[in-house]
């Protein structure tokens, strides 16, 4: 089975801005560095081109900003119009999977890509319609085996 990621970025690049955040989630450790990648992340991309960025409180929010020209320059060619920092909420760093985990890539069966299929029917838009059937599809054939969220 075709990996969904590229049909899913071709879909987000249809809803604007926040198509952009991407190139920029993905290069915010390195741009950053590991300290400031644990106390800020891209949180969203306004329509204006403003990368608003979570931080754990207040101060990191102010000396980040102090920054902000310097962090541009570190993302480079995906650098947005403008930063701004705020206290708010900062994903956990994920836990490295298992080489048993990492090794283990279930394939949807037939009664997977019927339930997804039920599930999406509703979507109007055949592109979209088949891109999140087809995710839904591969989680629900990884459920059985995955972590609860929480």
Do not use: C, Q, Y
């Amino acid at each position: 089975m075709d990996r969904v990621g590229d049909a899913v970025r071709h879909e987000l690049r249809r809803f604007g801005p926040a198509a952009g955040m991407t190139p920029l989630v993905e290069g915010w450790p390195a741009a950053v560095g590991p300290e400031i990648a644990r106390n800020a992340w891209p949180a969203r991309l306004a329509r204006d081109g403003t990368l608003h960025v979570h931080t754990t409180d207040s101060i990191w929010a102010f000396e980040l900003k102090s920054r902000a020209e310097e962090i541009r320059g570190r993302l480079g060619e995906h650098a947005p119009r403008r930063l701004a920092f705020a206290p708010g909420p900062i994903p956990e760093p994920p836990e490295p999977p298992s080489e048993e985990v990492r090794s283990r890539v279930p394939e949807p069966d037939a009664t997977h890509v019927a339930k997804a299929d039920s599930l999406v029917r509703v979507i109007r838009d055949e592109d979209l319609r088949k891109v999140v059937a087809k995710a839904a599809a591969l989680s629900l054939a990884h459920a059985p085996n995955d972590r609860p969220f929480w």
